[in-house]
């Protein structure tokens, strides 16, 4: 099992900038990809962006992509969501997530651990 700290959310106005970092833990050698979900009041879970763990490969959500951009140190065990240009839309709870399985990017179904979620407010 892998353990998954999110940090970085917060409140911030509308037009700036936020990064969110994902710290891993526990069976890292598992992991694959990692992925940055959100879940906005009302709302159900919507994918934003994953990283290929080795390789490096992205995949985001169409809509976002040019907003954000996802990354990861794997010296530190940890990925990072830059996000710009924050929209009063993109306020949610942040959520990273682990899988193992070879293809990439996973379907959503085949995220495995997830973190307790990073909440991100952004006023209008």
């Known amino acids: 099992q892998v353990q998954l700290l999110e940090s970085g959310g917060g409140l911030v106005q509308a037009g700036d900038s936020l990064r969110l970092s994902c710290t891993a833990s526990?069976?890292?050698?598992?992991?694959?990809?990692l992925g940055w979900f959100r879940q906005a009041p009302g709302k159900e879970r919507e994918f934003v962006a994953a990283i290929d763990w080795s390789r490096g490969r992205t995949d985001y959500k169409a809509t976002l992509k040019g907003r954000f951009t996802v990354s990861k140190d794997n010296a530190k065990n940890t990925m990072y969501l830059q996000m710009n240009s924050l929209k009063s839309e993109d306020t949610a709870v942040y959520y990273c997530?682990?899988?193992?399985?070879?293809?990439?990017?996973?379907?959503?179904?085949?995220?495995?651990?997830w973190g307790q979620g990073t909440q991100v407010t952004v006023s209008s």
């Open positions: 997530a682990a899988s193992n399985v070879l293809s990439f990017p996973p379907f959503d179904y085949e995220y495995d651990d």
């Open positions: 526990g069976r890292t050698v598992s992991m694959t990809t």
